[in-house]
């Protein structure tokens, strides 16, 4: 009865009797992270239309890629699946805002929000006019238009609330309005119980644990000049080395074979080399550095990854879709967006994993990756290796990295670290994790204020989210409410001391 709806990186319900004045029934089914251009029912299987590896990359360069390319020639592909694969993807993790640091006219209402649809939602809420505002938010229960109030809050000059609004609540929209005139952002984050454990699916049965130590590796390039096949400098490697490649090319039968082309491996190791020291991995987290000179912490898997991308065996960042790269660092797979849509302000995690990926790409539409177990690999489909035995590249599309188990990590912007009273710290990925939580510690004979903000946005303002007061020789562990959403987290104290803010996400 309802037609399927992509919009923004989420497949969507959105009901045949939808109008201006019969609003209800839009629902999120997953999240996806192919770029679709068109789909359609076929032969009672879902067939869409992507855009998955181009040539040029138009404005997406960045410098924690290297100076690696595209494609050597554009090529997408169909993509049939089940009519049910849009409810089975990644978590239906969503937000955004009524207003951005605008300006507000007293007993003017914010356009309607979607409001229906997830179990755990909350709004944020930052003031910065002069005076105390009341903030009555409003639902339309029946998608009729009819809104009634259900909620108001006062909020004090500079100050942030966080307001949960439990999955009992009924209404179809929401939509906000202050007394008075003032500047304000109303920011709404909503998301689903986390379904997924941290156990990979079997069809990545074959990938290397992180700690073995043969691996059959290589790097990816889809070769050009309608050649259409995919070329790899395929090599053995351990955790710190590997050896001399060897050229093969998987060819459109699916045929994993050697090739004698000194060329095109010569210009496959030149230019699509993996780059050294693009990150900074410390033991409380990794430090990116992107090329506007902002910094970013992202949180750590297990230790092996450390020696592995220190040695410039694992690709860290990579398009794989027009315009959009993926991000394998430190055993989690983050979708990254081009720098022209906030780059890292805005990435999101997809997966975690413990598995010794050395390169990935998109070729024919499908997902490649690259540090397979030959002795594991045995009797995995998605596993192609050639018949002398020497390579060996796993098979799927980018939407299967959902399944490889939900997001975790464990890390924080500071352990053990000096710090001065009142500058915060780097901001550190808080986002789309499930089970968080934070231990406060430090070094003083007195207590200290912990002070955590909060940045839900990825480009607006930071909110004061709580003040923590650690008594000296004391820990104090803190657990994130189940329905807290927010990007990033960062923290500052009242008194210099030696301090550590270690957070862990389940």
Do not use: C
């Amino acid at each position: 009865p309802d037609y399927l709806m992509t919009m923004h990186g989420m497949f969507w319900r959105f009901p045949q009797t939808f109008s201006s004045g019969n609003s209800a029934g839009i629902r999120p089914r997953s999240a996806y992270l192919k770029v679709l251009g068109d789909y359609t029912r076929w032969n009672d299987q879902l067939v869409f239309g992507s855009d998955d590896a181009a040539r040029l990359e138009f404005l997406n360069k960045r410098k924690i890629k290297g100076s690696i390319g595209g494609a050597g020639q554009s090529n997408s592909n169909l993509w049939f699946t089940s009519l049910n694969q849009p409810d089975n993807l990644g978590p239906t993790t969503a937000e955004g805002s009524v207003w951005l640091n605008e300006t507000v006219k007293a007993a003017e209402y914010s356009e309607p929000f979607l409001f229906a649809g997830w179990d755990r939602r909350s709004a944020w809420i930052h003031h910065t006019g002069q005076q105390a505002v009341t903030i009555t938010f409003e639902t339309d229960i029946a998608g009729n238009g009819q809104f009634k109030p259900f909620r108001s809050v006062t909020v004090k000059p500079g100050e942030s609330l966080e307001i949960s609004f439990p999955g009992s609540e009924p209404g179809e929209w929401i939509r906000a309005v202050s007394n008075l005139a003032t500047t304000l952002t109303i920011q709404f984050t909503y998301t689903d119980s986390e379904l997924r454990n941290k156990r990979p699916d079997e069809l990545f049965k074959g990938l290397a644990n992180i700690n073995s130590e043969k691996v059959q590796s290589g790097l990816l390039y889809p070769l050009g000049n309608n050649r259409r096949t995919l070329g790899i400098a395929a090599y053995s490697q351990t955790n710190t080395t590997k050896s001399i490649p060897e050229y093969y090319e998987l060819n459109q039968d699916m045929k994993l074979q050697p090739v004698h082309d000194p060329s095109t491996l010569k210009f496959i190791q030149d230019k699509y080399a993996i780059p050294k020291q693009v990150v900074t991995i410390n033991e409380s987290s990794v430090l990116v550095v992107d090329d506007a000179g902002r910094r970013w912490r992202l949180p750590l898997g297990e230790s092996a990854f450390t020696g592995q991308t220190n040695a410039g065996l694992s690709r860290i960042a990579r398009e794989v879709a027009t315009e959009r790269d993926l991000l394998n660092l430190h055993g989690t797979f983050y979708e990254l967006p081009a720098e022209n849509a906030d780059g890292f302000a805005k990435v999101r995690p997809i997966a975690s994993h413990s598995y010794q990926i050395s390169d990935f790409a998109s070729y024919r539409g499908m997902m490649i990756l690259t540090g397979i177990d030959p002795k594991a690999a045995v009797n995995n489909p998605q596993i192609i290796r050639s018949e002398d035995g020497k390579a060996g590249v796993w098979v799927g599309v980018i939407d299967d990295l959902w399944k490889l188990g939900k997001p975790v990590g464990k890390g924080g912007p500071w352990k053990d670290a000096d710090v001065q009273a009142g500058i915060p710290s780097d901001p550190y990925l808080i986002g789309f994790y499930d089970k968080k939580q934070v231990s406060l510690s430090h070094d003083l004979k007195e207590s200290v204020s912990f002070l955590m903000e909060v940045e839900p946005v990825g480009h607006g303002p930071w909110m004061r989210y709580k003040e923590v007061i650690v008594a000296p020789g004391k820990t104090v562990n803190f657990t994130f409410p189940a329905d807290f959403q927010a990007k990033w987290i960062r923290f500052s104290t009242n008194k210099a001391a030696r301090v550590t803010t270690w957070l862990t996400y389940q």
